[in-house]
């Protein structure tokens, strides 16, 4: 597997492996109001779109969007801060690596672009993500959580990173 930039032309097949994450695993419904959000986050140029590619027959595995300053999601405060968006890995690949491939992938890249603080946001019942999430070094920040709805809370996760810091393998 490769980890690279999505090009133009798959961003739509993006969009659609997230949603169908997202539904697979029971975190969101198929009808879901932020369904449309989440197909097209990062397409407007206020993200970095990652993929990770079989090299055998490059099919998307799955992705990961880092926003900057300004452009991050809602729990970015300052420059020196990022986040980490959209996560998701094709129904099926689950349990192979690809997720922590992306998140290490997302870790070097947001270093090399001197983030201070990587950040996160993740459903309560998300947990075999927020486990690799601290396996990374994520630690919670209970204090930016955020409620994008009444009765949502997501998770704050945030890692500290140093300007050109790469992830650990």
Same mark, same amino acid.
């Given at each position: ?8 032309? %798959?961003?739509?097949?993006?969009? !659609? ?63 020196? %801060?990022? !986040? ?49 999430? !601290? ?7 209970? %204090? ?26």
């Amino acid at each position: 597997m490769i980890v690279r930039d999505a090009l133009p032309g %798959e961003r739509a097949e993006v969009g !659609e492996i997230r949603v169908a994450a997202y539904v697979a695993d029971g975190f969101m419904s198929p009808g879901s109001g932020y369904a449309p959000t989440l197909r097209a986050l990062g397409t407007d140029g206020d993200g970095q779109i990652l993929v990770a590619v079989d090299e055998g027959d490059g099919r998307i595995l799955g992705t990961v969007t880092l926003q900057l300053w300004p452009h991050g999601g809602e729990i970015g405060v300052g420059r020196d %801060e990022a !986040e980490i968006r959209a996560l998701a890995v094709t129904p099926g690949e689950q349990g192979r690596g690809t997720g922590t491939a992306l998140l290490k992938a997302v870790i070097e890249r947001a270093g090399r672009a001197g983030v201070r603080r990587l950040l996160l946001l993740t459903q309560r019942e998300m947990k075999t993500a927020q486990r690799m999430y !601290e396996r990374a070094g994520f630690l919670r920040m209970p %204090e930016r959580d955020w409620s994008p709805a009444e009765g949502v809370l997501l998770l704050a996760y945030g890692l500290p990173l140093a300007a050109g810091d790469q992830a650990a393998d």
